[in-house]
Antibody
Framework: EVQLVQSGAEVKKPGESLKISCKGS????????IGWVRQMPGKGLQWMGF????????RYSPSFQGQVTISADTSINTAYLQWSSLEASDTAMYFC???????????????WGQGTLVTVSS | SYVLTQPPSVSVAPGQTARITCGGN??????VHWYQQKPGQAPVLAVY???DRPSGIPERFSGSNSGNTATLTISRVEAGDEADYYC???????????FGGGTKLTVL
């Protein structure tokens, strides 16, 4: 069974760093693009970027380039989303999701993690 | 950057047909995917590659894509279909994923 299991909710202060995770199982983790999607409270889905764990090829949305870092550790089938200095505006739910099938990034997100709620407040 | 435009809301009575549009420049040349998201849940893929359904998605859900508009059609709408719906494409020119702003489907 394909699963993406994300790390738990986080409460942080502005200026703190954070790394959240997304562990894949039930599929060949190195052979699928994994994306990250932000959903601010009451708002829509925003694509942040994706990574191909097999070679760490990564793309970022212009809106998030330089603001976050996406990485992966293939030894433990886990993708990460990282901030070096959080802001209150980073408060949101963050989802990881897998691009399915053999056509990579053109394919839809067929499996999603359960989401990680990040709250940034002083 | 590529932009997808959805109506903020669509309302329909039970048993009727709901149509949710997704507009984009020459979107007919792209592969469009649709997601359903209920409150407090992760999105679920409802239709992919314009008109295909994942296993487990009712046949009432269908899609089309031509010109500058893609459409998600939900036939014989049920109360359980009430949710937010998002269209999504991969823009090959920028190598980025793009989501529409989302449409809230209300079942009257």
């Amino acid at each position: 069974e394909v699963q993406l299991v994300q790390s738990g909710a986080e409460v942080k202060k502005p200026g703190e760093s954070l790394k959240i995770s997304c562990k894949g199982s039930g599929f060949s983790f190195t052979n699928y693009w994994i994306g990250w999607v932000r959903q601010m409270p009451g708002k829509g889905l925003q694509w942040m970027g994706f990574i191909y764990p097999g070679n760490s090829d990564t793309r970022y949305s212009p809106s998030f380039q330089g603001q976050v870092t996406i990485s992966a550790d293939t030894s433990i089938n886990t993708a990460y989303l990282q901030w070096s200095s959080l802001e209150a505006s980073d408060t949101a739910m963050y989802f990881c999701a897998r691009h399915g099938g053999n056509s990579g990034r053109r394919n839809p997100y067929d499996y999603w993690g359960q989401g990680t709620l990040v709250t940034v407040s002083s | 950057s590529y932009v997808l435009t959805q109506p903020p809301s669509v309302s329909v009575a039970p048993g009727q047909t709901a149509r949710i549009t997704c507009g984009g420049n020459n979107i007919g040349s792209k592969s469009v995917h649709w997601y359903q998201q209920k409150p407090g849940q992760a999105p679920v893929l409802a239709v992919y590659a314009d008109s295909d359904r994942p296993s487990g998605i009712p046949e009432r859900f269908s899609g089309s894509n031509s010109g500058n508009t893609a459409t998600l059609t939900i036939s014989r709408v049920e109360a359980g279909d009430e949710a937010d719906y998002y269209c999504q494409v991969w823009d090959s020119s920028s190598d980025h994923v793009v989501f529409g702003g989302g449409t809230k489907l209300t079942v009257l």
